[in-house]
């Protein structure tokens, strides 16, 4: 049994580990398919989706590795059916969140969290052209 969840824990962490050392990509479909891909070819996992307000349409997705983690989760925060925040997940504990802040399909928002609540650094384009222009790490003594 312990070998078994080292090693669904072990594919996990290297299934996310191409995404997280990934530059920013701006379009959320393709961050969504791409997670969508790696995380699901997980042995053990399984989607769990909701509709948090009964309009008919899922407005919050995760997946679950086979110990009821969470791996990778999606949320449409303004239910127009596009899902606008991404989480990525090593061993249930929160890495990364995408946020698409002005609802555009366009992801401008990163934080990467440390130890699942500590945010360690985010990034920002601030005014939606696909640069980044605003970067601040905590804890390093830089502002």
């Not at 580990?17 to 969508?36: G, K, M, T, W, Y």
């Amino acid at each position: 049994m312990k070998k078994t969840v080292f090693i669904a824990g072990a594919i996990t962490l290297l299934c996310a580990l191409p995404l997280l050392a990934s530059s920013p990509v701006n379009d959320i479909e393709v961050l969504r398919q791409e997670a969508r891909a790696k995380f699901s070819t997980v042995p053990g996992t399984r989607w769990l989706e909701i509709d948090s307000n009964g309009d008919g349409k899922i407005d919050h997705r995760m997946l679950l590795n086979s110990s009821g983690e969470k791996i990778y989760e999606e949320l449409d925060m303004n239910h127009d059916g596009i899902m606008d925040d991404l989480c990525y997940y090593s061993r249930g504990v929160l890495l990364r969140q995408e946020v698409d802040s002005n609802y555009d399909g366009k992801i401008d928002i990163w934080i990467f969290i440390k130890e699942g609540i500590y945010v360690e650094r985010y990034m920002r384009d601030t005014n939606h052209d696909g640069v980044i222009d605003v970067i601040k790490e905590y804890g390093t003594g830089k502002k």
